[in-house]
């Protein structure tokens, strides 16, 4: 299938380091129960699965926040514990809970059984990225993503969101061959996944590490860090254009171990907002290892008037500094973000404040 | 009053950076409900307040797990929110719930009405400490605590506890007028708590800034160390039998900021399990901003058989490395803690074993 040829790839060339007129922006969760066309949508649809496995429906909200805002890349609505679904652990979404999978996987036979599930039963959302990319008609890049390996085992041992990581843990620390088999199973499950996404049409992909940052130093390195470095090692290197598909990673709460996230093999890392990002892109540092770095306003601030908005939209950018603007070469480029899903709760005209803010004094700060 | 003279020093001596024969340990939330025996008090007291407000009951369980491990420290039983609750905002803790209270603070008007309350409709603390200390008759040294101004000022806001802080941060970025004045108020308050604390008999204080580490880069060290500093700058030196007083400061989630709490006027800095010992070691240093670290493993590891608890207290205290060893002057110091509050479903035998592990394996490590 061919597509429309890309009309703004500014977020592009950012995760290729390569010099830009602003800083390009996403947000996490931009299609989202902040937008009333959203939960419009999802009524129509009916639940959140509904929602996600409609390939009208997840079209639809994908651009909703694109008809809105200026924003610079669009990323597939989804949600990223379709493939444990698939692996049939049976995910369900309970009015106004989390997630919750019926089968969660808590022995040593209930994880002896788990397979990398065969990816028709996503077809779903491959069939989603293909009809989002038309629709998108080359306006910004799209973006895929998954779960890491260790966010996906959380779920798949807790059964559900959970404020303490207690049974996943007590399987990491007292059994930690079920839990290394486990996450070989999810990060080539993943890999599948994503190779299936870029085949289909995603221009970029990213694995969010979610639950990364709830693990002990050491822990991090052994059972999240591997694992995302297993996946980033099987996957395509370019989409079925032709054109290289950049890989971003983001642990939430991750910044204590830059240094090692580093090594990844990606282009890209997401940072939450406890993060420092002048530090951070000191201590990642440029050459061979050197990555785009993505982020991270604090969410809350969305809640703030606009002016405040304003002014923390200047924090962030100096904090960055200057992105380099040699075009003959690469360098630190930044993609501004949120450092985590915006909130339900915030006001759709704040966000154009934080948009408006973000391109402005990007393109001033370059001048 | 004069209270027995202390028989075990080892905790006090490496609050001070002092040689000790093996690594002190104690338990965050040590008094708690993982154990039996608490369980039966609070069923005596009928609830969490009416056992913290009862000064035989508060030393009842106070001393509950000293009597099944040697610990080298006893932390008076109390909560971090009672400041908040002698402001008059009305605490309360539902069964199965955490801490509640009935007017939360959420305008201009109310935080204009807060102020230090009178230190008196906080004596069951200080009546607690006094009958504590008598009853520890100089076993262990009594840590006396408080929530930072932050943390408390998050319950207060919050009203409960939150998954996202966004009320408290709303005003923190669009009323940072109206926070500061409630962080000036919580500061000052927390300030003539622990003194008082002190005063009544307290051979160490710690300051728990539990949500200090949801603050973005920036917003930290504005509206969360500025205001444990404040604290820090009032306390008294020494207690009413003229020994001086350590001062703990543990932010959870604060390990990318300790060069920034470096700077604080503390002895000793508690560290949870996402921070590598040694390379903290090496960030604090040594010379007159030098200090003892608290910490740091992962409570869930306390899930694990006893013989893999041993190996991950194993790697904590090769983490950290060897203590300096030279009585006739200062050096790096380890307390042996959680990275956060021991969980109520953990099985007491499996603390023994960490007790045991602990003290055998840090006299080993100096031989």
Same mark, same amino acid.
């Given at each position: 299938m061919a597509f429309a040829p890309l009309?703004?790839?500014?977020? $592009?060339?950012?995760?290729?380091?390569? !010099? %830009?007129?602003? &800083?390009?922006?996403? @947000?996490? =969760?931009?299609?989202?129960?902040?937008?009333?066309?959203?939960?419009?949508?999802?009524?129509?649809?009916?639940?959140?699965?509904? $929602?996600?496995?409609?390939?009208?429906? !997840? %079209?639809?909200? &994908?651009?909703?926040? @694109?008809? =809105?805002?200026?924003?610079?890349?669009?990323?597939?609505?989804?949600?990223?514990?379709?493939?444990?679904?698939?692996?049939?652990?049976?995910?369900?979404?309970?009015?106004?809970?989390?997630?919750?999978?019926?089968?969660?996987?808590?022995?040593?036979?209930?994880?002896?059984?788990?397979?990398?599930?065969?990816?028709?039963?996503?077809?779903?959302?491959?069939?989603?990225?293909?009809?989002?990319?038309q629709a998108l008609d080359g306006r910004v890049p799209l973006i895929g993503f998954s779960g890491s390996p260790w966010t996906l085992a959380c779920y798949m041992v807790e059964g559900a969101g959970s404020s303490d990581y207690r049974l996943v843990k007590s399987m990491l620390y007292g059994r930690p061959d079920l839990m290394h088999r486990m996450l070989a199973v999810n990060a080539d499950a993943v890999a599948a996944y994503l190779n299936a996404q870029i085949d289909a049409g995603a221009q970029a992909v990213m694995v969010f590490d979610s639950w990364g940052g709830v693990l002990a130093d050491g822990a991090f390195q052994e059972f999240s860090l591997a694992y995302t470095a297993r996946v980033l090692g099987q996957l395509k290197r370019n989409g079925a254009d032709g054109q290289p598909v950049p890989r971003i990673v983001f642990?939430?709460?991750?910044?204590?171990?830059?240094?090692?996230?580093?090594?990844?093999?990606?282009?890209?890392?997401?940072?939450?907002?406890?993060?420092?990002?002048?530090?951070?892109?000191?201590?990642?540092?440029?050459?061979?290892?050197?990555?785009?770095?993505?982020?991270?306003?604090?969410?809350?601030?969305?809640?703030?008037?606009?002016?405040?908005?304003?002014?923390?939209?200047?924090?962030?950018?100096?904090?960055?500094?200057?992105?380099?603007a040699d075009v003959s070469k690469t360098g630190p480029t930044h993609i501004f973000n949120l450092g985590h899903g915006i909130s339900q709760y915030t006001p759709p005209e704040h966000v154009a404040a934080l948009v408006e803010a973000v391109h402005s004094q990007s393109r001033a700060l370059r001048a």
């Open positions: 009309k703004n790839d500014t977020f $592009l060339r950012a995760c290729w380091r390569q !010099a %830009t007129d602003y &800083t390009p922006l996403w @947000l996490m =969760r931009q299609a989202g129960r902040y937008l009333p066309e959203y939960v419009a949508t999802r009524a129509k649809a009916g639940s959140f699965m509904g $929602l996600a496995t409609n390939v009208d429906y !997840a %079209t639809e909200v &994908t651009l909703q926040p @694109l008809a =809105r805002y200026p924003l610079d890349a669009a990323i597939l609505f989804s949600d990223i514990l379709t493939v444990p679904d698939a692996m049939g652990l049976g995910l369900s979404f309970e009015a106004g809970e989390g997630p919750r999978f019926a089968s969660p996987v808590r022995d040593e036979a209930a994880v002896g059984a788990l397979a990398v599930p065969d990816m028709d039963k996503l077809r779903y959302v491959f069939d989603a990225v293909r009809s989002i990319r642990t939430k709460g991750g910044g204590l171990w830059l240094e090692d996230m580093r090594a990844l093999d990606c282009e890209v890392l997401g940072l939450d907002w406890t993060v420092n990002l002048g530090q951070a892109r000191q201590r990642v540092g440029e050459g061979a290892q050197g990555k785009a770095l993505q982020g991270n306003i604090d969410p809350n601030v969305l809640f703030a008037p606009p002016q405040q908005i304003a002014d923390e939209v200047g924090k962030v950018l100096a904090s960055f500094g200057k992105p380099h």
